[in-house]
């Protein structure tokens, strides 16, 4: 499922899982944002690229462990016996003040038995790599993105049977999303941003969903198959538009 931050990428996953689960499926659900690099492996990356901002926190290609990512999405669809066994690794956003960090492996979860379903859900995933014409265009900051995002499609995307697509009218509904998000966190008891830093970090996404986002929504996402993307699109409530998108029947 590829969606914008705070579209509801994980409620609509968990109900999915919860639903297989009546008809006796094994489902698996799992995030993108599990995947992100380790905190001290984010710091050399800013480090790396002082004059990119889009590097500087978590988020944009680049800032995934993607052979992690790979790895564990292998084990899980080599899954197919009562004996199995895969680890799959959690992500804790509250660490360092909002900045995020590894979860440690006491945290993971532990998927045993045979995997029927795996959910998977990212607010980039099947974004379409620009041409080097259009992301040197673009400038060098999503020059450095877009040469990254070249490595997901090969390490995450073919591993997908079936898309869903949720749209947007508009992806700055994501910074009021984010900071109803972060709230909720905070009365929870979790640590968070601010909402100065919620406005920060959300901005650095901003240019990724400009570049990539006509595409995914224009064309699909890089391994569609015919009949085997599922669009919607959303309001800035969540809800449901009343017209819908139309579906990619054809490649």
Known sequence: MS??????????????QHLLSYEGFQAVFASLDDFYLTFDAQQALAKAHPDNP?????????????????????????????????????YDKSAHEGRGDRAPDSKWQRVKGKV????????MLGFKPLTDQAAEKAGKDIL???NHLKKYPAAIDNFVDLWM???????????????????????????????EQVADFVDRYMPGYVH?????????????????????????????????PDQFVEN
């Open 3 to 16: 969606a914008p931050q705070g579209s509801g990428k994980t409620t609509i996953c968990e109900e999915l």
């Open 54 to 90: 889009l590097l500087q926190v978590r988020g944009q290609a680049g800032t995934h462990d993607i052979e992690l990512a790979r790895q564990t999405l292998e084990q899980l669809k080599l899954a197919t016996s009562e004996s199995s066994e895969v680890a799959v690794v959690r």
């Open 116 to 123: 029927d379903v795996v959910l998977f859900e990212g607010w």
């Open 144 to 146: 450095a993105i877009n």
């Open 165 to 195: 697509v949720v749209k947007v009218g508009d992806p700055k509904y994501v910074h009021q999303w984010r900071l109803e998000a972060e709230h909720k966190a905070k009365a929870a008891g979790k640590s968070g941003m601010t909402d």
């Open 212 to 244: 990539y986002l006509p595409e995914l929504y224009s064309c699909g996402p890089t391994t569609k198959q015919p009949g085997k993307v599922l669009t919607i699109q959303i309001q800035k409530s969540r809800q449901l538009t009343k017209e819908q």
